[in-house]
């Protein structure tokens, strides 16, 4: 059960993290002091807050879960990508103009990097970011291409009266995607008090902004006039939506499987929900928010309310963690299906127990008791 806290971080006292181990296996380091090619974005660490070290991703390959999803690449394609990922380690005030046009621009640029000496092998896991194989700290960096701004995003960065997360939601509504706002975030290109922010809490910072500002205009919505079953499974992560006619109420159930990746010899289960304000950070962390987010922008387009129960099951085949954009993707994907149509709610507990593997997952929700004993004032329409 430490593990799903330690995340590789050498907390039970073993010389070596046996899951640290295998993603070491699929390493092979290069020794190089110096990088030319494409930089798809930046990295700023956590560590030390507020005085980051942060710089940018190298690799001639795409920083795009989406396109990974889309070219149907499995986990040791990613892990591959991911371990060749050059990660710059340095002072980010000396760098942060160069940092800020790679964050502005819609394409990876070209730059050229020095690095004090050869890069090494430097991994750690949070569930969060997509790992990174390789740092090395910054001597010089050098943007050649000129960024291409969306003018959405143009116009965006240049309003210093706009807040955050009005910035995260009209970039949102313009149609530049979470990925993109949150290098701008991580960059310290919107808001009102400009800084840089650690990536890993931007991923999660823009997932909650947006989907906030979502769920605002889903509560004026009608709710969805039946009961409905999503579902779909992406690198080991089985993810079921159940879509409930009702206000907005949003629960997320989680489960590691023995034996999976952070769950040790026995199963670890968490839940947490909300209505329509939330109350402190939930303690699934990133994921909580991603699928949210996927939920959030699926009602919007349909223009529809409804109570939602979002149920993660994961297997001992996701064998490295990928990132949170893993379950956002997944459960973007889960509502591009048509969905399976349900009678009634004890139809769609079973179909949910059937499609996410997981049925017993009814006795850990407290949404479910509340639809099931509570009316509200849209069961009395005639």
């Not at 116009?155 to 949150?182: F, K, M, P, W």
């Amino acid at each position: 059960m430490m593990c799903a806290t330690c995340k590789g971080k050498g907390m039970c006292g073993l010389p070596h993290c046996p899951v640290m181990k295998r993603f070491h296996a699929q390493v092979r380091t290069v020794p190089r002091q110096e990088f030319m090619g494409a930089s798809p974005s930046l990295f700023i660490g956590s560590y030390g807050y507020p005085r980051v070290t942060g710089g940018p991703l190298l690799i001639n390959d795409a920083d795009d879960p989406p396109s990974w999803v889309a070219s149907g690449l499995g986990i040791d394609d990613i892990v591959d990508i991911r371990a060749r990922t050059i990660r710059g380690v340095s002072p980010v005030a000396p760098y942060l103009p160069a940092l800020q046009e790679l964050a502005i621009s819609s394409v990876p640029l070209d730059v050229e990097v020095r690095f004090t000496r050869p890069v090494s092998f430097d991994l750690t896991f949070d569930g969060t970011v997509a790992p990174v194989g390789l740092s090395g700290s910054l001597e010089k960096m050098k943007v050649i291409d000129n960024p291409k701004v969306d003018p959405s995003v143009d116009r965006v960065t240049s309003d210093t009266d706009l807040g955050a997360n009005g910035a995260c939601s009209e970039l949102h509504r313009s149609g530049i995607d979470v990925y993109q706002i949150s290098h701008l975030m991580s960059g310290g290109l919107i808001g009102r008090r400009r800084k840089v922010v650690p990536t890993r809490w931007s991923i999660t910072a823009v997932d909650d902004a947006v989907s906030s500002a979502l769920k605002q205009k889903i509560a004026r919505y009608t709710p969805v006039d039946h009961i409905r079953v999503f579902s779909n499974d992406l690198y080991a992560n089985r993810i079921v939506v159940v879509l409930l006619p009702g206000d907005w109420r949003y629960e997320m159930i989680e489960r590691w499987e023995p034996q999976s990746l952070w769950s040790g010899d026995s199963e670890s289960i968490t839940v947490d929900r909300e209505g329509m304000k939330k109350k402190g950070y939930s303690p699934i962390s990133g994921a909580y928010y991603s699928a949210r987010l996927a939920v959030a922008e699926y009602l919007e387009a349909t223009r529809k309310c409804a109570r939602v129960i979002v149920i993660r099951c994961v297997s001992a085949e996701y064998w490295a963690p990928l990132g949170t954009w893993v379950i956002r993707e997944a459960t973007r994907g889960a509502l591009r299906q048509p969905g399976i149509p349900c009678e009634t709610v004890d139809q769609a507990v079973m179909r949910a127990g059937i499609a996410s593997g997981f049925t017993g997952w009814e006795g850990y929700s407290t949404l479910l008791p509340e639809i099931r004993n509570q009316r509200a004032l849209f069961d009395f329409r005639t």
